[in-house]
């Protein structure tokens, strides 16, 4: 498909053990953007990468959460020794560049995560 | 002052009427802002982005920007039940993307 593509769709885990989320973004964007958001609230921002390098790291709740991108394509999210609270949905989003014409960012369908 | 501001809603707006939704933003030096649509249980999906001081339509929608006033509005003309969801403003500054909480607009059918 054209879009923004994310894997798993949902996630189970029990505490203490990593998970890792994958994030497929349209072909040709080159920034993208990891955000979560848990139920009922807004959009918390993680990390943004422009190509293979990410800027602005400054949303990454704790030094448990790592992101990498390869080959200024798929990003995998890591979450080490998970948390309760960190059940959410974490949502990937690609834009074609950053800033002014262009920015605007298409979601993926976002990975349910639940850590019991 | 926090970064994006919207009213949290819910806003109910009977069918087929006008429905105005509003946002503020802090930084004068915003460049770019764009409405997202969230329907419950799913990611946002963009609706528009908008430049320019003005209006901007598109279909039923219409996004307002003011950079003197800091704020930007989206109207969305002839509501439709299928339209209520929750619409998130976003703003672009210092190479960050700033959403809004997000405004839960129910359509009164």
Redesign the interface.
Known sequence: GAGVSQSPSNKVTEKGKDVELRCDPISGHTALYWYRQSLGQGLEFLIYFQGNSAPDKSGLPSDRFSAERTGGSVSTLTIQRTQQEDSAVYLCASSLARGWVGGEQYFGPGTRLTVT | QKEVEQNSGPLSVPEGAIASLNCTYSDRGS??F?WYRQYSG?????IM?I?SNGDKEDGRFTAQLNKASQYVSLLIRDSQPSDSATY?C?V?RD????????TRLHILP
């Open positions: 460049q770019s764009f799913k990611s946002p999906e963009l982005s430049y998130l976003a672009d190479d960050k993307i700033i959403f809004g909480k997000g």
